[in-house]
């Protein structure tokens, strides 16, 4: 029973490590989504137009986000944005892995080292996430670049021999 108990804390703690890096790239978009949200709560939208407003908050954040990515074609305005969304990602993944290195190290310096190399990795996560969503377009327009030799073309039917 022991071993079992093992075993399934051990996939919990992968699974929620997995959770961990797989929503890394959603904090900033979560963040908003819930300060928006408790806004329309405040102000008076209810217990059902406030979480609507959050979520619509949220997607549209993250819409902007990656489209912005996408289309940016200068590295430092690339950077910018894949900063806006990996800080928060390493802020929070500072914070959750403070926390879990609670449960089983008893020094807090090394809780402190656990926890910053958390944030480093699942800040990269973020900002690796976001990168491998985005392909880089061409920079004439219809993928043409000027100046280079004619292609041959293929044509469909090839022949044996």
Known sequence: ??????????VGIGLFCWLIFALAVYALPFFI?????MAAFHSGDGTLGAPLVGIVAGGVTLAIGRTAFAIARFPILRAAIAAAFAVPA?????????????????????REIFACLG???????????LAVFAEPRPLDS??????APPQAVLSAATRDG
């Open 90 to 110: 390493a802020i929070a993944g500072y914070h959750v892995v403070f926390a879990m290195s609670q449960l089983g190290m008893p020094s807090l310096a090394w």
């Open 142 to 147: 219809g993928g043409v670049v000027r100046g």
């Open 119 to 129: 944030a480093v990795f699942i800040g990269g996560t973020a900002w690796t996430r």
């Open 1 to 10: 029973m022991l071993a079992l108990g093992l075993v399934l804390n051990t």
């Open 33 to 37: 989504a819930v300060s928006a949200g």
